[in-house]
């Protein structure tokens, strides 16, 4: 058990739909990062929040969205969805730019 | 851009066998990882490499760096089934996030 913890585990939802993906760090863990793992494209960074500031963007669409909020959970907004988002969702949390630990993962399912 | 490779991407190895898994990066980093993936699991942690000549090893996994060369091997010491998984390795980005290799599905087999 890493200490970081996502919900919900598994989400199936239909195109066009929007949901919210939420990551609860490991106690004291200031940064939090977001990735995407599909078989076609692998793991992909997303988005990285530092004590509620965005600090790096990866590959995120525009209709992609996230942010941390004063007690240092994250949540990712997934909008306008499409069968090509389904993908495991992939948080993780650092003390700054150390080792990274992640979270048990979302699976989001888009029919 | 910073990419990483990994080759070979399968590898079917039989119990008690050695291998090695190989990792090159195109651009300096200061950091690389290497994780495990158990089929749909999360990612574990098996070894950070911060150093030229960097020298790790975990039970029967020996993980080395060579930032000349920007090249990382993963050794595997005579495999048992048990290590049958999909291991990564990921390099540190500038802005500390990670940018991960393709990944390298082993199969264990008596």
């Known amino acids: 058990d890493s200490g970081v913890t996502q919900t919900p585990k598994h989400l199936i939802t239909a195109t066009g739909q929007r949901v919210t993906l939420r990551c609860s760090p490991r106690?004291?863990?200031?940064?939090v990062y977001w990735y995407q793992q599909s078989l076609d494209q692998g793991l992909q960074f997303l988005i990285q929040y530092y004590n509620g500031e965005e600090r790096a963007k990866g590959n995120i669409l525009e209709r992609f969205s996230a942010q941390q909020f004063p007690d240092l959970h994250s949540e990712l907004n997934l909008s306008s969805l499409e069968l090509g988002d389904s993908a495991l969702y992939f948080c993780a949390s650092s003390l700054d730019r150390g080792e990274q630990y992640f979270g048990p993962g979302t699976r989001l399912t888009v029919t | 851009e910073l990419k990483v490779e990994q080759n070979p991407l399968f590898l079917s190895m039989q119990e008690g066998k050695n291998y090695t898994i190989y990792c090159n990066y195109s651009t300096t980093s200061d950091r690389l990882y290497w994780y495990r993936q158990d089929p749909g699991k999360s990612l574990e942690s098996l070894f950070v490499?911060?150093?030229?000549?960097a020298v790790k090893q975990e039970g029967r996994l020996m993980a080395s760096l060579d930032t000349k060369a920007r090249l990382s091997t993963l050794h595997i010491t005579a495999a048992v089934h048990d290590l049958s998984a999909t291991y990564f390795c990921a390099v540190g980005g500038s802005q500390g996030n990670l940018i991960f290799g393709k990944g390298t599905k082993l199969s264990v087999k008596p």
């Open positions: 106690s004291g863990d200031l940064s």
């Open positions: 490499l911060l150093s030229n000549g």
